[in-house]
């Protein structure tokens, strides 16, 4: 039999084998092991074709319209598709689809909105919010006064009162709101209004539930940011990539901070895979898919706290779970490398008020996005739980042979639920 990668990738397997493999290798590994990485996905094969075209050779520094290269007879469409898409998918006036990722897209938002060393606000990293959101260690924070929130000690929630003081004692120019940690649903009407009487703009970073809010399952936050950042990888389901969606009026500068503020130009092959998945996330069936990874995460939480786990907040209103393995008597890193060698795919992280260091934390981050994917329903968390307890267990105790009999139950569940946009051997 030719070997998967001749068959799939003839040109790659010719030209460079060695890359070649690596990439099946890799196709293996997501398709033979339970992905709980919150922030991480499958996309469609549809997603993957039109990332891999063309579009890659060609140079469109500017918009649709009015750029600095000819040529443009196709990428110029290609782009008004998926802004048109972005629009009509999460009801906004403007969608600007350049930014390389999430990173760059909340970079060009300061650029918009603020100087260095201006003051802004976001969550604290170690309490749920993203490096970019002001956080020291990331330009954000060295280039602009990064005031920070967090959540309450006895509750896991953010504690709206302590924002409203903040910002109207520090008067930032811009609020974000959203992180990469955050299990509970985020009150975007009242971000707006403690940002419209502090006179901030308020950035809702969504990039972990753009696609519940495709969906209808997580509230929008357009009604009431002046900035919705996305990435498009992660719930919604399309390349690596990023958005940002406005009112019209904040158009023009958002999109000069884009370009030429920030970047050259725009991964065409990207827009292309971007549009896809938001005409993906239009579906009736994309809806279904964000309501189950709720249902989901949910039904997960509820068998994790019968088995005594500790989750930040209590549980979860979206698909994201935060858990503090001190009870557990494990630290998180350890936890994770233990569930990686039981084909269960986590990351290490910290939780608030977290008493271990940053690179060595308490806690674990679990997501349903993926499995979600795969098609696995809420019949199948209790067996996920029971896995990620005996993963846990064996992680404490040294037992490596429970994990090795962990991960051939794992594969064999997988078997049975193949992945989307993986080949079937
Ligand atoms: C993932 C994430 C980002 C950054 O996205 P990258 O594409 O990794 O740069 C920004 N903000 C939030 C809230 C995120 O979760």
């Known amino acids: 039999m030719t070997p998967a990668t001749q068959r799939t990738r003839p040109a790659l397997a010719a030209a ?34 039109a990332s891999g075209t063309v579009l890659q050779n060609k140079y469109s520094e500017g918009y649709p319209g009015r750029r600095y290269y000819e ?20 009801g906004v006036e403007h ?42 260690v ?13 959540v309450r000690r006895d509750t896991g929630r953010i504690d709206l009162d302590e924002v409203r003081d903040l910002a109207l004692r520090e008067r930032p120019k811009a609020i974000f709101c959203g992180g990469t940690a955050v299990p509970r649903t985020i009150d975007f009407a009242a971000f707006g209004e403690i940002a419209r009487e502090a006179g901030a703009v308020l950035v809702a970073d969504v990039a972990h539930i753009a696609g519940l809010i495709a969906g209808g399952a997580h509230p929008s936050p357009v009604p009431h940011a002046d900035v919705v950042s996305t990435t498009t990888h992660k719930t919604l389901r399309g390349p690596r990539g990023a958005m940002l969606l406005s009112r019209a009026e904040h158009a023009k500068r958002i999109d000069r901070a884009v370009f030429p503020g920030l970047q050259g130009g ?31 995460a949910r039904e997960l939480a509820d068998h994790l706290l019968a088995r005594g786990f500790d989750l930040v907040s209590g549980g979860t209103d979206n698909h994201l779970i935060l858990m503090d393995l001190t ?47 795969r098609g696995l329903g809420t019949g199948h968390m209790a067996t996920v739980a029971e896995w990620i307890d005996r993963g846990v267990n064996a992680a404490r105790t040294g037992h490596e042979a429970a994990l090795a009999a962990l991960r051939a139950e794992v594969a064999e569940l997988m078997a049975a639920h193949p992945a989307p946009g993986l080949p079937t051997a």
Do not use: C
């Not at 040529?71 to 782009?79: L, R």
């Not at 990207?270 to 709720?294: D, G, N």
């Open 16 to 49: 460079d084998p060695e890359i070649a493999a690596l990439v099946t290798a890799e196709e293996d590994l997501q398709a033979e092991t339970l992905r709980l990485i919150p922030s991480e996905n499958y996309v469609s094969r549809a997603v993957l074709e």
């Open 71 to 90: 040529g443009q007879q196709v990428i110029d469409q290609v782009e008004r598709v998926a802004a048109e898409r972005a629009k009509a998918l999460f």
């Open 95 to 136: 969608a600007n689809v350049q930014p390389y990722s999430g990173s760059p897209a909340n970079l060009a938002v300061y650029l918009a909105f603020a100087e260095p060393g201006d003051t802004v606000m976001g969550m604290a990293l170690p309490m749920g919010g993203h490096l970019t959101h002001g956080w020291g």
């Open 138 to 150: 990331s330009a954000t924070g060295r280039w602009f006064r990064g005031v920070q929130y967090g």
């Open 266 to 296: 725009p991964h065409n092959q990207t827009t292309a895979a971007i549009a896809v998945a938001l005409r993906e996330a239009s579906q009736p069936s994309f809806s279904a898919y964000a309501h189950a990874v709720v249902a989901n």
């Open 327 to 373: 009870p557990k008597d494990v630290p998180g890193k350890v936890a994770a490398k233990a569930l990686d060698r039981a084909g269960i795919v986590v990351n290490h992280n910290a939780v608030p008020y977290d008493e271990r260091k940053p690179f060595d934390p308490s806690g674990i981050r679990i997501g349903t996005p993926a499995l979600t994917s």
